[in-house]
């Protein structure tokens, strides 16, 4: 990559023998904004933002932001469904599979997986993936317990990790370039919670900053939208229409498709 900037940048030269080499900037405070510029304007900016390099710079160096983990909570019973909606296939892959995919597309790393009332039928799933597994024995006291469980183990095996993206497995519609939008806004404002906002509130997937990890692991049943509303002031947010579809009963699995297409021609109607 320097190669490749300092060529746009016209430190490359050509050598005797048709040898290249990269000339060194005296002064490299001038050097990396220009380096920014031109390579998020290039076709590897997606997979850069998605490593989690933040567009600010400090006098001498680039900023990196900290490494982003993501839970993904799929231990819910899928009563109403009644069969594991993790294994509800969408476009021939389980929605565990297409959470999975989401996550690690967005650079997220660790990414861990919270199983629960269907484990057994699961975890097959989750194995090839490579992801870590996290056994919730308290499913049954709700999304906050989930949390815990994963938040726990990631203080336990990554106690380096500064933020977290909370998400689940049963909005179909998610995949990794929405993830990636939630994780770009967290480098370009530094906000401790990025949120995305959908159905006229908030909710997840949501990343927060380690700061909030104690309070991640005292939430009750229902989950962390309690804490987005009570620290709105420290949160930035997405517009994320694609999370309102979830997969609760088989009407919802009845209503992807027109979701689909209506979020679609939301897009054909976009200037």
Not at 13 to 34: A, E, F
Not at 65 to 73: F, H, P, Q, T
Not at 142 to 169: D, F, M, N, Y
Not at 219 to 243: N, T, V, Y
Request: proline residues 5%.
């Amino acid at each position: 990559m320097a190669t490749f900037c300092a060529s746009r940048l016209g430190f490359r030269r050509r050598g005797p023998g048709g040898s290249r080499h990269v000339g060194r900037c005296r002064d490299s405070t001038c050097l990396w904004p220009r380096i920014w510029r031109i390579v998020t304007r290039s076709e590897s900016a997606d997979s850069l933002r998605a490593a989690k390099i933040a567009p600010g710079f400090s006098r001498n160096r680039p900023r990196l932001v900290e490494k982003i983990a993501a839970i993904i909570l799929a231990a819910g019973p899928s009563v109403r469904l009644g069969r594991p909606k993790q294994l509800v296939e969408v476009d021939g892959q389980s929605l565990i599979e297409r959470a999975l995919d989401a996550a690690k597309g967005a650079g997220c790393k660790p990414v861990l997986v919270v199983t629960g009332a269907n484990h057994r039928q699961v975890v097959p799933r989750i194995r090839k993936s490579g992801a870590e597994i996290v056994t919730n024995m308290d499913w049954k006291k709700g999304l906050g317990s989930s949390i815990r469980a994963g938040i726990e183990r990631l203080r336990q095996r990554h106690p380096k990790t500064s933020a977290v993206l909370l998400t689940v497995c049963d909005q179909p519609l998610l995949r990794a370039r929405h993830l990636r939008r939630l994780v770009n806004l967290r480098c370009e404002t530094g906000q401790p919670i990025v949120c995305s906002r959908y159905a006229e509130t908030v909710g997840v997937p949501a990343i927060f900053g380690r700061e909030f990890f104690d309070e991640l692991m005292q939430l009750g049943e229902q989950g962390a939208k309690r804490l987005l509303l009570s620290h709105s002031d420290q949160s930035a947010e997405i517009s994320l229409p694609e999370a309102e579809l979830d997969i609760d009963g088989e009407v919802d699995i009845e209503r992807l498709d027109s979701s689909k297409r209506s979020l679609i021609f939301a897009r054909c109607k976009q200037p």
